[in-house]
């Protein structure tokens, strides 16, 4: 009986806080060339998984394949902030010309990195500038435009110089606290049913 209510505390609780750990936040990107601005036809197409953790001052790129561009890869970095979330441009937030070892001179290829943001060489200077004068404002205004749907990352290339495909940061759903209500009311349920059978 005891295992039981230990088990079901502990998911209660690792449920719990993965909603309230909310400064890691994970975001899917979905490229292609339509997206871009202004729209054109490649055929290009990528997916990138990005990790940004406000508490352990990081950025992680942990998946970002692409392939099928028209032309080779010149650049590729993450944007913030637009106007209006979903669409428009913005001043590119990260490293320039491009992100630490991303390939270039190719039409497909996967990168994966992790940035500490509290270092002024992760950032495109004039980001740096715009939001306030250091890293960690730098930080703090690329975690708030992508929450809210201002980021979007893109790959350069030779025949789009200003952008062959990309793809705006998406957070990945997170539980809501109502289906926390509901597991927690499922695991008391069952803490219930299996105490009534030990009981007889």
Same mark, same amino acid.
């Given at each position: 009986?005891?295992?039981v209510l230990r088990i079901c505390a502990l998911l209660l609780l690792?449920? &719990?806080a993965q909603t309230?750990?909310?400064s890691v936040v994970t975001y899917d990107v979905i490229l292609n060339?339509? &997206?871009e601005s202004p729209a054109n036809?490649?055929?290009g197409t990528g997916f990138a998984e990005i990790v940004i953790d406000t508490t352990a001052n990081t950025l992680n790129i942990v998946s970002f394949t692409f392939s099928g561009l028209l032309g080779t890869t010149t650049a590729s970095h993450i944007h913030c902030c637009t106007a209006v979330?979903?669409?428009g441009t913005a001043g590119v937030a990260t490293q320039v010309p491009f992100f630490t070892g991303f390939p270039l001179g190719v039409t497909s290829g996967s990168y994966s990195m992790s940035f500490d943001m509290t270092q002024a060489a992760s950032w495109?200077?004039?980001f740096i500038t715009a939001s306030g004068g250091t890293a960690a404002d730098a930080e703090s205004a690329l975690a708030a435009g992508?929450?809210?749907g201002e980021a979007y990352l893109n790959i350069h290339s030779t025949v789009f110089p200003g952008g062959e495909i990309r793809g705006f940061l998406v957070p990945v759903a997170t539980p809501e606290p109502g289906t926390l209500l509901l597991l927690g009311t499922g695991l008391l349920g069952l803490v219930r049913a299996t105490r009534r059978k030990w009981l007889g």
């Open positions: 009986m005891r295992n690792v449920f &719990s309230v750990w909310a060339g339509p &997206s036809a490649s055929p979330p979903g669409t495109n200077p004039a992508a929450a809210a």
